[in-house]
């Protein structure tokens, strides 16, 4: 959502989401709650919980209308959930999730793959969810993601112009937002620019989050980038969980820890205490030992003297 309330950028953690369904241990459900408190005791304002997939493709996820129930008691914040297809939107709006994100994928091999469906019937399914949202939850707020969006490990490069029709046809579909991920860590920032500026060109205030990936290094280059084009939304990870199978030692998504460091030291507010930050991934360490767990804000500290906001404006002056 383009909502940054009183804050000036909303960080959108998808840990408990993408993070842990990428890890093969699963995490204990009272885990996954105490993980969830310390981030919102962190001041984070929307949390991607779960996913409502079959239990017998994601063990790791069969708990997630619990994960949702014990989230949304914290009140002032946005509880997400993904699903992939009608079913999984129902349990997930039953369960009182807030906010829905769909993953369409503008790769019609990597979408075959991944939810053994074309983009069209991914948009039937978008069709199909709003529908139904209207009908039982009118005030869930339904995101797509657009998956494979800087290039897909299938298919190889993904024309912009795919990209871009197919974010348009999903807000056109019923979608409140199109966000654009780079699944496969393979966007760099002149990508990341170009396409946001078409995106919110495009779609306005319609325009989603930037969901980047850390693949290749360039994850909070691309970020910075996407925040350059007007992105005010971004997705990232605690310890940048979700290591990418086809980079080996390399974390998956962007890590919120370092995320929110570069943007509160740029003197941006992002309503997030990184000290607190900084408790939660212990809290996370607990629920998955023996995990690797990436960043380098955590080993490296905050630098002498800092303080969020204030520290851009002292080295301004
Ligand atoms: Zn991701």
């Known amino acids: ?6 804050f000036d950028l909303l960080i959108s953690e998808v840990g408990p989401r993408d993070g842990l369904q990428s890890v093969a241990t699963t995490m204990a459900t009272a885990d996954k709650c105490a993980w969830i408190d310390a981030l919102v005791a962190a001041g984070v304002q929307e949390i991607e919980v779960g996913s409502f997939v079959s239990p017998k493709l994601l063990p790791q996820m069969a708990d997630a209308a619990e994960v949702v129930q014990h989230a949304i008691r914290h009140a002032s914040v946005t509880i997400m959930a993904l699903v992939p297809n009608i079913k999984g939107a129902e349990a997930a709006m039953r ?6 994100t769909l993953p369409v994928s503008a790769s019609p091999a990597h ?16 069709r199909a969810i709003t529908a139904l949202r209207d009908e039982i939850a009118p005030q869930v707020h339904i995101e797509a993601g657009i998956s494979t969006a800087f290039g897909c490990t299938i298919q190889g490069p993904v024309p912009e112009d795919d990209v871009i029709a197919l974010a348009v046809a999903c807000v ?19 990508q990341v620019k170009r396409l946001f500026t078409r995106l919110r060109s ?29 992105v005010r939304t971004f997705d990232s990870s605690q310890a940048g969980l979700g290591g990418c199978p086809y980079a080996p030692g390399a974390s998956g998504n962007v890590v919120t820890e370092d995320l929110v460091f570069m943007f509160e030291a740029m003197g941006l507010r992002t309503g997030i205490d990184i000290e607190r930050l900084l408790t939660a991934r212990n809290t996370l360490a607990r629920g998955l030992p023996g995990e690797a767990l ?24």
Not at 1 to 6: A, N
Not at 119 to 124: G, N, S, T
């Open 172 to 190: 056109q579909a019923g979608a409140d937002e199109s966000g654009l991920s780079d699944t496969t860590g393979m966007a760099n920032p002149a």
């Open 95 to 100: 369960a009182g999730a807030h906010k829905i």
């Open 294 to 317: 990436y960043g380098m804000l955590p080993p490296a500290g905050l630098p002498k003297g800092f303080k969020p906001h204030a520290y851009a404006l002292r080295s301004a002056v």
């Open 202 to 230: 495009e779609l306005g205030n319609q325009a989603g989050a930037a969901h980047m990936h850390n693949t290749r290094g360039l994850g909070l280059t691309n970020c910075l980038a996407a925040y350059e084009a007007g």
């Open 111 to 126: 979408s075959m793959a991944n939810v053994r469906k074309t983009p069209e019937q991914m948009l039937e399914q978008v």
């Open 1 to 6: 959502m383009s909502t940054i309330h009183k």
